[in-house]
């Protein structure tokens, strides 16, 4: 009975030392929106290259911000004139895209949030028809 209240002690000692020996980067692998924009968006979107719509300019963002996150997302994903599919970064998985976008409307005064399951569920929907709405123009 004396022993009882150590060994709990010791017991919860070690369970909190394994939680806090955990590695947090194995429960993150993608990388942050931020850091992706400026890895790879950056080299376009920072000045307008081939009318990009510009980081921060609440002019050019807001009419696109209102066609709505997934659809936004989905389109700019599969490329649009000038903007290459993935950014041209054909490493970039969506969930690293999708938070990138989000990060550049929020720069630029909209309220999206990085991507849920259910919003990445939403991009791929919207994904599946731009391909298909793409494919059958001639
Ligand atoms: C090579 C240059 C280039 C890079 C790199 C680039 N973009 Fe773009 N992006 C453009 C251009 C040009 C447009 C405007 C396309 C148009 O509407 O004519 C655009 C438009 C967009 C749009 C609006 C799409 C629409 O439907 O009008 C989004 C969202 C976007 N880019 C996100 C991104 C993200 C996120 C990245 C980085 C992962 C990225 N872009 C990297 C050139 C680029």
Same mark, same amino acid.
């Given at each position: 009975?004396?022993?009882? &209240? +150590?060994?709990?002690?010791? +017991?919860?000692?070690?369970?909190?030392?394994?939680?806090?020996?955990?590695?947090?980067?194995?429960?993150?692998? =993608?990388?942050?929106?931020?850091?992706? /924009?400026?890895?790879?968006?950056?080299?376009?979107?920072?000045? %307008?290259?081939?009318?990009? &719509?510009?980081?921060?300019?609440?002019?050019?963002?807001? &009419?696109?911000?209102?066609?709505?996150?997934?659809?936004?997302?989905?389109?700019?994903?599969? %490329?649009?004139? %000038?903007?290459?599919?993935?950014?041209?970064?054909?490493?970039? +998985?969506?969930?690293?895209? =999708?938070?990138?976008?989000? /990060?550049?409307?929020?720069?630029? %005064?909209?309220?999206?949030?990085? &991507?849920?399951?259910?919003?990445?569920?939403?991009?791929?929907?919207?994904?599946?028809?731009?391909?298909? =709405?793409?494919?059958?123009?001639?």
């Amino acid at each position: 009975m004396r022993d009882l &209240p +150590s060994v709990a002690g010791l +017991s919860l000692t070690l369970l909190c030392c394994g939680l806090l020996l955990a590695p947090p980067a194995m429960a993150q692998p =993608s990388k942050p929106g931020e850091q992706v /924009y400026r890895e790879v968006c950056v080299v376009c979107h920072a000045a %307008g290259v081939a009318n990009a &719509p510009k980081f921060g300019d609440k002019k050019a963002w807001t &009419p696109l911000i209102a066609e709505g996150q997934a659809v936004l997302t989905a389109h700019a994903w599969v %490329g649009v004139r %000038g903007m290459p599919a993935k950014g041209g970064n054909p490493q970039l +998985s969506l969930d690293e895209f =999708s938070r990138a976008a989000a /990060y550049m409307a929020r720069a630029a %005064g909209g309220n999206w949030k990085d &991507p849920d399951a259910k919003m990445l569920a939403a991009i791929k929907a919207e994904e599946k028809k731009r391909i298909a =709405s793409l494919n059958t123009k001639k």
